[in-house]
């Protein structure tokens, strides 16, 4: 019942309403976006990628991997709405 209520388009009571921040700093980005990335892609090879370089751009945070000088192979890249933790894009690359 409160699913097909929160999903239909009547006025409704909500504290995410793009306006106010859900995920107001960089460490909650990172818990929020580890949980999905070490899912899709492994925790060893996510945490291989530290230090991660993270972004608070246009209301979005963007964190992506980053690998050592001289070392081949690609880093994820996730972009995550910071009003209400809507995942806008995941990526790897190669």
Request: net charge positive; glycine share 4%; charged share 25%.
């Amino acid at each position: 019942m409160e699913l097909k209520y929160a999903l239909s388009n009547q006025v409704q009571h909500n504290l995410i309403d793009d306006k106010r921040l859900i995920i107001k700093d960089s460490l909650t980005a990172i818990a929020v976006a580890e949980t999905m990335l070490f899912e899709l892609y492994s925790k060893k090879s996510i945490e291989k990628q530290k230090p991660y370089e993270i972004f608070l751009i246009d209301n979005h945070w963007i964190i992506n991997g980053t690998l050592p000088t001289n070392k081949d192979g690609g880093t994820f890249l996730i972009i995550i709405d910071a009003r209400n933790s809507k995942v806008i894009k995941i990526t790897h690359g190669k």
